[in-house]
């Protein structure tokens, strides 16, 4: 029998399931909170910011980007909020970007150049996915989702750059309402 990668893992289920660590969850998030970030394992918000099971939503792509994809899901567990909350602040969308991110490759142009064939993109729409600075692409990303006509204005979004060499999440735009600007 060859071992599959997923074994080591499917043990700590077993064990997770054992010690009842799935009792108690709820459907929705006890901080009232969606975080977007990195897929990269690294950035991990279970470990970063200490989120237990129930704490947070979380949707983690390729550079924690506020992709249209992204938008539709915020779309959508907002739509569900509404229904169970009829006024005040429904929950806050966490934009979270990182340093040494890999998404710098998106930069690189031989790189982009084989990526973009490689999943038929346009090239041009991956440079903008690169990651160089990231208190400037959160910033952008914030702006994008406040945009979003899709996104309830009872969501508050904010943006924060997490550094991988201090541990240290710092905040580049404080929670605001969806309409808001991030310009100060
Ligand atoms: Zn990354």
């Known amino acids: 029998m060859t071992m599959a990668n997923i074994d080591p893992a499917l043990e700590r289920n077993r064990a997770f399931a054992a010690a009842g660590g799935h009792q108690g969850a709820v459907v929705f998030p006890n901080l009232r909170l969606f975080v977007i970030t990195c897929l990269d394992p690294r950035v991990d918000p279970a470990h ?4 237990g099971l129930s704490d947070a939503i979380v949707v ?49 142009d031989t790189f982009r150049r084989q990526y973009a064939q490689r999943i038929g ?11 160089l600075d990231p208190a400037a ?24 750059v997490y550094d991988v060499v201090t541990g240290l999440v710092q905040t580049i735009i404080p929670a605001g309402h969806a309409g808001d600007s991030s310009v100060a």
Request: hydrophobic fraction near 40%; charged fraction near 20%; include cysteine.
């Open 137 to 160: 692409t959160v910033t952008r990303d914030v702006e994008r989702l406040r945009s979003a006509p899709a996104i309830s204005r009872r969501v508050t979004v904010s943006g924060h």
């Open 121 to 131: 993109a346009e090239e041009s729409t991956l440079r903008e996915q690169a990651i």
């Open 48 to 51: 970063f910011l200490g989120l």
């Open 60 to 108: 983690r792509n390729v550079g924690g980007r506020v992709t249209p994809g992204v938008i539709n899901d915020v779309a959508f567990i907002g739509q569900i909020a509404e229904n169970v909350l009829p006024d005040g602040p429904l929950f806050e969308v966490a934009v979270i970007h990182h340093t040494q991110c890999g998404a710098g490759a998106l930069a690189d």
